[in-house]
């Protein structure tokens, strides 16, 4: 089961990622999880938001330049080795991970980390096959 992650390419200027969060706010649009990384020149923001359809409608008529990608969401116990315990299945079947990022939920003891993934499929595979959850939202 995958997930919808938008990204959005932004020019690294003051105020630029608080015109992202401004848009989806008038949008009425929940940040579940979000990750930035960045360069001298333009950074990438990457959000899994409750409503994806209107959020990249938002976006595109603010202006931004965006860009849908596949990711896999897994619920891990929010303990320690949770994680590595998941980072091992991939290394021992594989499967590269592209990057990641966190977020935590409602659900007491329990964090969610996404995963972009070079082979979204075998390692829908792997989680699936040791009993991981995944989720489908957020």
Known sequence: MQIKQISVFLENNVGR?????EALAKGGINIRAISIADTADFGIL??????EAEA????????FTIR???VAAVEIDDLPGSL?????????????????YASLRSTPGKAVVIFKLE???K??????????????RF
């Open 17 to 21: 990622l608080g015109e992202v969060t």
């Open 46 to 51: 990457r959000l899994i938001v409750d409503k």
């Open 56 to 63: 990249q409608r938002v976006l595109n008529e603010a202006g």
């Open 68 to 70: 849908e990608t596949s």
């Open 84 to 100: 590595a315990k998941v980072m091992e299945l991939f290394r021992k079947s594989n499967v590269n991970i592209e990057y990641l």
């Open 119 to 121: 082979d979204i499929e």
């Open 123 to 136: 390692g829908i595979t792997i989680i699936e096959e040791h009993g991981l959850a995944m989720i489908e």
